[in-house]
């Protein structure tokens, strides 16, 4: 296993990482959502700790849902 082909299959990686983030409802993927959707192209050989390194080498990450805000006066009521 060379170096080179190591980096190729990062930089292919990398490519379908971008592709998927590019469609607009698969742009909230977090590692998990992706890594699935990796497996579904084909990525078999792919792991979690390779899929959120190339998240964070390529500033990707997924969208955090938070608790919407309540009003806490109007229930004290």
């Known amino acids: 296993m060379s ?3 190591v ?7 990398a490519r379908d990482v971008m592709t998927i983030h590019a ?8 590692y998990r959502k992706t890594l699935i959707q990796l497996r579904r192209q084909g ?4 792991g979690r700790d ?6 964070r080498s390529l ?3 997924g969208v955090r849902r938070g608790r919407t805000p ?3 006066a109007a229930r004290e009521k």
């Open 59 to 61: 500033g990707v990450q």
């Open 43 to 46: 990525w078999v050989g792919v």
């Open 70 to 72: 309540g009003d806490h």
């Open 7 to 13: 980096r190729a299959r990062h930089e292919a990686l």
């Open 50 to 55: 390779q899929v959120l390194g190339v998240m």
């Open 3 to 5: 170096l080179s082909w």
């Open 23 to 30: 469609h607009r409802f698969m742009a909230v993927y977090g």
